[in-house]
């Protein structure tokens, strides 16, 4: 059974830097993409950044752009979520979320529609 677990997340000053991990298990095949999603209060679930397992392919949202960087560490099954420069508006409940066989998802793969596990959610709170 696929199992997901974030932590690191917690209260930082806008500026500031935080670094989220997710632990995954479960897996029975190597091809999967591991990302990391967000959501703020009355708004959608959103992909903040994903990187595939197979070849290391990353996304990142335009909001983050420049500030967060995504890493693996495939031995210990590890993914991280490096965030520097954080603003008032990274603050949202983030989710750490898996996606099997993501090369058929094309340009879709981190989308939070089409995941097929998630974790528990781990909060990030920047004060201004």
């Known amino acids: 059974e696929v199992q997901l677990v974030e932590s690191g997340g917690g209260l930082v000053q806008a500026g500031g830097s935080l670094r989220l991990s997710c632990a995954a298990s479960?897996?029975?095949?190597?091809?999967?993409?591991i990302g990391w999603f967000r959501q703020a209060p009355g708004k959608e679930r959103e992909g903040v950044s994903c990187?595939?397992?197979?070849?290391?392919?990353?996304y990142y949202a335009d909001s983050v752009k420049g500030r967060f960087t995504i890493s693996s560490d495939n031995a210990k099954k590890m993914v991280y979520l490096q965030m520097n420069s954080l603003k008032a508006e990274d603050t949202a409940v983030y989710y750490c979320?898996?996606?099997?066989?993501?090369?058929?998802?094309?340009?879709?793969?981190?989308?939070?529609?089409?995941?097929?596990?998630w974790g528990q959610g781990t909060q990030v709170t920047v004060s201004s």
């Open positions: 990187i595939s397992s197979s070849d290391g392919s990353t």
């Open positions: 979320a898996a996606l099997i066989a993501p090369r058929f998802y094309g340009s879709r793969w981190c989308r939070a529609g089409v995941q097929d596990y």
């Open positions: 479960g897996f029975t095949a190597d091809d999967y993409a």
